[in-house]
């Protein structure tokens, strides 16, 4: 069973940085664009960021550009979402998803497995 797994998460002041991580297995990593979302309560599931299959090009949305940066590992079948300068706007769970076809765009109905999410709260 292909399992996607975020760590990383936790409750952080604003201006702060965390680091997630999302662990892919059994599914060829290299294969699969990644992207990354986010939830906040109330709200439908926001695109964060995606990152294409070699790594070399990444998307943001305009709200993080020049705060988060989206990695990956494939050796570690490993996808990174460094956010910096965090805001209590950033409060979410946060969401890896895995795109076989596409090139990890905003679109979450493009991606075929998602991870169980792992929350980020940023105080005031």
């Known amino acids: 069973q292909v399992q996607l797994v975020e760590s990383g998460g936790g409750l952080v002041q604003a201006g702060d940085s965390l680091r997630l991580s999302c662990v892919v297995t059994?599914?060829?990593?290299?294969?699969?664009?990644m992207g990354w979302f986010r939830q906040a309560p109330g709200k439908e599931r926001e695109f964060v960021g995606g990152?294409?299959?070699?790594?070399?090009?990444?998307t943001y949305v305009d709200s993080v550009k020049g705060r988060f940066t989206i990695s990956r590992d494939n050796a570690k079948n490993t996808v990174y979402l460094q956010m910096n300068s965090l805001k209590p706007e950033d409060t979410a769970v946060y969401y890896c998803?895995?795109?076989?076809?596409?090139?990890?765009?905003?679109?979450?109905?493009?991606?075929?497995?998602w991870g169980q999410g792992t929350q980020v709260t940023v105080s005031s």
């Open positions: 059994r599914i060829i990593f290299s294969n699969y664009a």
């Open positions: 990152i294409n299959k070699s790594g070399d090009r990444t």
């Open positions: 998803g895995a795109d076989f076809l596409g090139r990890g765009g905003p679109n979450p109905s493009e991606y075929e497995y």
